[in-house]
């Protein structure tokens, strides 16, 4: 069994900043991926950021220069910074995991957080 727990989520005026956190317990062998997706009311699920375990990432456009996602390999542990909040960055957002577990391949979410950015 596998938990992915996010945390950070919150209120946040337009132009400030959260930090989101996820951490992944159980039995795992390895992570290859870690990322952020996120879905507003009334709009499908999009991919905010991605990272590998070797440290290469992938933004979504509406996000670069303003997100950054990392992780922390022995934690298993990965992080989305994002500055300069819009209000069109509200949103739940969840964490997701692929890798390996003791019973095999693995693919995971996380229970989501809320975002929410006033203008």
């Known amino acids: 069994q596998v938990q992915l727990v996010e945390s950070g989520g919150g209120l946040v005026q337009a132009g400030g900043s959260l930090r989101l956190s996820c951490a992944a317990s159980g039995n795992i062998l390895r992570i290859n991926i870690m990322g952020w997706y996120r879905q507003a009311p009334g709009k499908q699920r999009e991919l905010v950021a991605a990272i590998t375990s070797g440290g290469s990432t992938n933004y979504a456009d509406s996000v670069k220069e303003r997100f950054t996602i990392s992780r922390d390999n022995t934690e298993n542990t990965v992080y989305l910074q994002m500055n300069s909040l819009k209000p069109e960055d509200t949103a739940v957002y969840y964490c997701?995991?692929?890798?390996?577990?003791?019973?095999?391949?693995?693919?995971?979410w996380g229970q989501g957080t809320q975002v929410t950015v006033s203008s």
């Open positions: 997701t995991a692929i890798g390996r577990v003791g019973d095999g391949p693995y693919n995971g």
